[in-house]
């Protein structure tokens, strides 16, 4: 019961914050987005769980992901927003689909001016590996897991400019690929105020 209580705390407290800065901007916006998984694993490690020839094993054991991503910004204080974003890219035999779910806190969010925040978060990913000549199929993950992203930027009087970092949990890439140490994305990006 307690949590109960806790909880309408909580919203009654956002509300009121949101209606007391009815000043506040929210974000629409696009960028350039990049992911990068680092793994100590070896090709041994992963054969016996792929299809995969050595080659992509190879590439998928420290993968970097370059596209666009776009995203909104749900801002409810200066202090407190919500983003969604999805991003993808790829290379030449690899794809990876984001998307992600975060909770900001922070200062300047929805204000003219710097602003920094972070906030936890969860991310999907959906990893494919393209069409692979020794099997002749296409192999694609979803791999879910928790992150914590650190942001800045400045809100100008229509436009924001952000960049900001999602450190994700390594441990749920593991059962895709053994030996995940770090996995990270990050976005530059561009917005409109309104």
Do not use: C
Not at 60 to 69: I, Q, R, T
Not at 152 to 178: C, H, K, M, Q
């Amino acid at each position: 019961m307690r949590l109960f209580y806790l909880f309408i705390f909580i919203l009654v407290w956002v509300v009121s914050m949101s209606i007391a800065t009815a000043d506040v901007k929210h974000q629409v916006g696009g960028g350039i987005y990049a992911s990068s998984i680092k793994n100590s694993g070896k090709i041994e490690d992963f054969r016996p769980r792929s299809t995969l020839s050595d080659d992509k094993i190879d590439e998928v054991l420290n993968l970097d992901v370059f596209g666009v991503a776009a995203f909104g910004t749900f801002v409810i204080n200066d202090n407190f927003g919500i983003r969604g974003l999805i991003g993808g890219g790829g290379s030449e035999d690899i794809s990876s689909i984001i998307l992600e779910g975060t909770a900001l806190l922070g200062t300047g969010l929805g204000t003219e001016g710097p602003k920094f925040y972070i906030g936890p978060g969860y991310a999907s990913d959906n990893m494919g590996t393209g069409q692979d000549s020794d099997v002749g199929s296409t192999n694609i993950d979803e791999i879910t897991s928790a992150h914590l992203m650190l942001g800045t930027g400045y809100n100008f009087e229509s436009v924001a400019v952000d960049g900001w970092l999602a450190i994700r949990d390594d441990s749920a890439y593991d059962d895709v690929i053994p030996g995940t140490d770090e996995v990270y994305s990050y976005v530059i990006s561009v917005s409109g105020l309104f």
